[in-house]
Nanobody, 126 residues
Framework: QVQLVESGGGLVQAGGSLRLSCAAS????????MGWFRQAPGKEREFVAA????????TYADSVKGRFTISRDNAKNTVYLQMNSLKPEDTAVYYC???????????????????WGQGTQVTVSS
């Protein structure tokens, strides 16, 4: 399994931007599709975005489509989540996840991913 470490979370005002990073260990990072999930207090974990091994395919939750962008740099073993036009309802712990397949499909849920990071807090103030 691949080990994942997220960073880049923090406090931002509504309308602002943040970029989350997820650094992965292991030489097989490029063979994994990757995803981002989030969990707000008192709510279930929800899918945010995913990207195929090459970066050619991406998919997003409707709630973030047009505002968030997932990307990856296989040379750096890192996946990113650029979050723009943030809203208070985006407040959550954000988790990076690795899928033991190189491709993505829709829909995707937590059960489709096998490795998880520890999470990074994103707080959007109104």
């Amino acid at each position: 399994q691949v080990q994942l470490v997220e960073s880049g979370g923090g406090l931002v005002q509504a309308g602002g931007s943040l970029r989350l990073s997820c650094a992965a260990s292991g030489r097989t990072f490029s063979s994994y599709a990757m995803g981002w999930f989030r969990q707000a207090p008192g709510k279930e974990r929800e899918f945010v975005a995913a990207i195929s091994w090459s970066g050619a395919s991406t998919t997003y939750a409707d709630s973030v489509k047009g505002r968030f962008t997932i990307s990856r740099d296989n040379a750096k073993n890192t996946v990113y989540l650029q979050m723009n036009s943030l809203k208070p309802e985006d407040t959550a712990v954000y988790y990076c996840a690795a899928r033991s397949y190189s491709y993505i499909k829709a829909p995707l849920g937590g059960a489709d991913f096998t490795s998880w990071g520890q999470g990074t807090q994103v707080t959007v103030s109104s």
